[in-house]
Structures are given as C-alpha cells and as structure tokens.
C-alpha cells in the first residue's frame, strides 16, 4: 500500500539562500567572537596566574610568611577560576535565545576583563594592614564566583544569553553570584594602591556588570517567562537572603 506523500512548502532559492546565510553567520560568530576569542583570553590570564602561583610558591618556601601563603591561595583560585573558563567556553551549550548588539558586545567584554588593567595603572600604596584586607576579599570573591561558575558550568557566557535555568547552588541564595564574586574580588584589586585611575576603572567596571545583569534579567524572562518570574521573587539579585526562601 503506497503512503501519500506530505507535501512540502515550496520557498523561494532566495530565501533558502538567506536562511542558510543566517545559519553561517550565527555558526561563525559563536565559534568566533563567543568561543575562540573568549577561550584565547582566559587562556592568556590562565597562564599569568600559572607564572604568578609559582613566584607565590617560591616566596612559600623563601618566607613562610601568612601573606606569602594568602598570596598563594589567591594566585590557586584564580588559576582554577580562569581554567575553568577557558574549559566552559570551549563545551557551552548552543543559546536559546541572546542579545547581540554592538553596544552589548563592547560592555560584555569591558565588564569582563576591565578590573585586570588595574595591574597596569600608576598608584598609591596604602600599607601592609590593607594588603590584607585586600587579599581576603580576593580570596572570598574568587571562591564564590568559582562556586557560581561551577553550577552555571556549561551555561556560563559573556554576553547577556539564555542556555538553561540555574536555580540551585549559590543561584538559590542569589540571581549573581558570579558577579557578586567578582563585586568582591575588584574590591580587593584596588584597594592596595588605591587612586584616582583605580576608582575610575572600578565605577566602569561595576558600570559594565550591571548593565550586563540588566540584559541578562531580560533576556532570561523572555526565555523562562514563567519560571523566571518565580526565581525573580523569592531569590535576591545580590545579596542572600536563606529567610525568603524559608516563607
């Protein structure tokens, strides 16, 4: 017995045409712009900590002192933080939805990796007592956003884009804790030679990410319309709250 054939809507070889032209072009700049380059800068700042952990470990074993050892700790945790990214960039899941405009591309990027020029910038030193503080915000900064990365895992992106829905973990007492985590961190990056380039650099960074959470709000409430509006209620942006959770 012969089965009729469905018939197929017939369009047009141009359309066809830029249907496939759009498909290349959401390919190449994934692989390009949201995987490749990504991958490439944390690779570098993935070997700047590797070469930063072993001077951290060399003054371990000249010195012995507490802050040679909290030195160490940070230079570890950034190194497991950065290669964690340059894993997830490479392995992220396909986007179900994203913004990708220019403007989001260049704040995106500033929001990303502005705070690391602070290394480069002329300043003031402000003593030893404020080195301290300053490495125990790194080190609790970096902990939790490698918490944050470690159940995003694979939907972790630079730009504002929707993959899964993460509830649990550090998400359930916080919308960000990736950024609540880097808030932290930047905090203890500045603060040891603390100026006017410093401050500048810092208001455009915090500037940058929360502009970047902004997009993100939306783009996830468009994706997840229903289950985003319950996550946006009881769980905090920023700062967690285990109590709302517990009503």
């Not at 060399?58 to 570890?76: E, P």
């Not at 997830?88 to 502005?114: C, D, I, N, Q």
């Not at 998400?171 to 500045?190: C, D, I, K």
């Amino acid at each position: 017995m012969r089965t009729a054939r469905v018939a197929e809507p017939d369009v047009p070889p141009a359309a066809l045409a830029r249907q496939r032209a759009r498909r290349d072009r959401a390919y190449w700049s994934d692989l390009v712009f949201g995987r490749t380059i990504p991958a490439l800068v944390a690779g570098v700042f993935l070997l700047d900590q590797g070469l930063l952990l072993a001077d951290a470990l060399r003054s371990v074993a000249v010195h012995g002192s507490a802050g040679a050892w909290q030195s160490a700790l940070n230079r570890l945790l950034s190194l497991a933080y950065f290669g964690l990214l340059l894993f997830l960039y490479v392995v992220r899941l396909k986007p179900r939805a994203g913004l990708r405009r220019p403007e989001v591309w260049v704040v995106s990027f500033a929001g990303t990796f502005a705070i690391l020029s602070v290394a480069y910038l002329p300043g003031v030193h402000h003593g030893a007592g404020l080195v301290v503080v300053a490495n125990l915000l790194i080190t609790v900064g970096v902990a939790y956003a490698l918490w944050g990365l470690l159940y995003l895992r694979r939907s972790f992106s630079i730009l504002p884009e929707a993959r899964r829905l993460v509830t649990t973990g550090p998400y359930g007492l916080s919308r960000n804790p990736l950024y609540l985590g880097e808030f932290t961190a930047s905090l203890g990056v500045v603060l040891p030679n603390f100026g006017p380039w410093q401050a500048l650099v810092l208001v455009a960074f915090i500037a940058c990410q929360l502009l970047r959470i902004r997009w993100e709000e939306q783009v996830l409430t468009r994706t997840f319309p229903d289950d985003y509006k319950e996550y946006f209620k009881s769980v905090p942006r920023f700062i967690p709250q285990p109590w709302r959770r517990s009503r």
